[in-house]
């Protein structure tokens, strides 16, 4: 086994050292950096982080990242070594899944497909808590395929460290092993059932007696649980009405297609109708991942259509997952079946690339399509040392926000600021900024001159100058 997943390994371990250079990113700034940073700074005595920092979630993944640096020094590489780990565990556990899953000769084929995901592979290069619920999300599901307690007990209570996303996942897990093993209490009296459902609950109650105490001692800390009404992230956990619920079904349909998994339903439904629903209704294995697909949907999508701002690709990732077994499956099944693992992990690929017009908000953290971004600012940082530019004439947006300490591990407080167009002279835009509007861009474009440009596809990076600022036209070329 070793000897096969070598090369899946050796590829982790060359994206590791390929991103190891790569500023904190989206939300892994708060979730890792400064997570982390307050750990490092102020010891392990203290488990409530500072409130503008604090979203709830046990902040075990920053402290282990503080635990890290404090051995090795506080760098980008540490950071992102110690993702290596968890992305060779993942792999890991794709391959033990798909041994048990599906014919030996579709193993890599199997393997390549899952991995392809544009979305797993854009949390992939970064410091992200969400490769870590991967792969416990992962470890779960062989532990119920094998009903290995221990496993299911580790990877229980790993994910419920991990987020709350992750207790959520743990339900999720329970569910699919009620489910894989109803056999033994279908035919039961309800007493007999009750039993069932309490002796199967077992290997999961470390992970609850975690999430309860954690929950309980964030109220009696804080007095509250998830979020508050001034917290940064308040608005994005305010209750949608029944149109904002219609348009979260709307844009959660659109995250189930977007960045190529619309090929995947595709190829989906061709297998469906090539197999026929009724023939592949009587495999066991095809309802069984149907049941995990349409689980993973109904324990994380109901965060994701009551609240305004809880549907990121990132947070759905369980889903993808469980539907790509499924579209793995339903492929395996059909005639040339090589083929079309090479067709949906092509167009896998190209959802790296794809990118929407400027005021549609897009989830650059959900793709590879942001790998430019970070060579791009820093040409800019360059070029705005040069220019002699003072930061605090500089505005720009969410993640090039703050600190250079947060984003980059560096021994400054200096860092850029949200932009304010009546204040600064200049604004640092790029494409990967969610935050400006319409209304930004017409401002941009009637009252500001473009100073310098650097674009890589699908990402672009500008500087802005004010058109009534005196400040010296230098630039390097393009």
Not at 69 to 93: E, K, N
Not at 125 to 153: E, R
Not at 268 to 297: E, H, M, N, P, T
Not at 347 to 375: E, K, M, S, V
């Amino acid at each position: 086994m070793l000897k096969q997943l070598f090369p899946y390994f050796l590829a982790s371990l060359f994206l590791v050292w390929w991103s190891s250079d790569f500023v904190f990113f989206w939300d892994t700034i708060q979730l890792g950096s400064k997570h982390a940073h307050f750990f490092y700074e102020n010891g392990f005595q203290n488990w409530i982080l500072p409130i503008e920092i604090d979203s709830g979630h046990p902040p075990v993944f920053g402290a282990m990242l503080a635990i890290c640096w404090q051995i090795f020094g506080r760098s980008l590489a540490v950071s992102h070594y110690m993702m290596l780990p968890f992305l060779c565990g993942m792999v890991y556990y794709f391959y033990k899944i798909a041994s048990h899953w599906f014919p030996r000769k579709y193993l890599h084929f199997f393997l390549v497909f899952c991995l392809a995901s544009p979305v797993l592979l854009g949390q992939a290069v970064l410091v992200s808590p969400d490769i870590v619920l991967v792969f416990f999300f992962l470890m779960g599901i062989f532990g119920v395929q094998k009903n290995a307690l221990g496993l299911l007990t580790i990877a229980s209570l790993g994910l419920a460290m991990t987020s709350m996303r992750g207790m959520m996942v743990v339900v999720l897990i329970y569910l699919f092993y009620l489910y894989e093993n109803w056999d033994e209490a279908k035919e039961s009296q309800l007493f007999l059932k009750l039993a069932f459902l309490i002796k199967k609950a077992l290997p999961f109650v470390p992970s609850g007696i975690f999430a309860l105490l954690f929950l309980i001692y964030h109220y009696v800390k804080t007095g509250w649980i998830g979020h508050h009404a001034d917290s940064p992230w308040a608005n994005a956990f305010a209750q949608v009405n029944l149109i904002g619920f219609a348009k979260n079904v709307a844009i959660l349909g659109w995250r189930m297609l977007d960045f190529a998994y619309l090929f995947l339903w595709g190829i989906l439904f061709y297998g469906l109708f090539q197999q026929k629903i009724k023939v592949l209704w009587k495999d066991q294995l095809f309802r069984k991942l149907l049941v995990l697909f349409c689980l993973s949907l109904l324990v994380l999508s109901p965060t994701a259509l009551l609240y305004k701002g809880l549907s990121g690709h990132r947070y759905l990732l369980p889903i993808y997952i469980s539907f790509s077994f499924l579209v793995a499956y339903v492929i395996v099944q059909i005639k040339y079946a090589k083929t079309l693992f090479v067709i949906a992990i092509t167009a896998l690929l190209t959802g790296n690339l794809w990118c929407y017009p400027r005021h549609i908000a897009q989830g650059w953290d959900a793709t590879l399509g942001h790998l430019p971004y970070y060579g791009l600012r820093e040409k800019m940082l360059d070029f705005i040392e040069k220019e002699e530019i003072p930061f605090q004439q500089i505005g720009t947006a969410f993640p090039n926000i703050g600190a250079m300490k947060y984003l980059a591990c560096q021994d400054t407080s200096d860092g850029l600021v949200d932009y304010d167009f009546d204040q600064q002279k200049y604004i640092f835009y790029s494409n990967v900024f969610n935050d400006f509007n319409e209304k930004d861009f017409e401002e941009l474009e009637k009252n500001w001159t473009i100073l310098k440009v650097y674009k890589s596809y699908p990402v672009e990076v500008i500087l802005f100058q004010k058109k009534d600022a005196t400040v010296k036209m230098i630039g390097a070329k393009n």
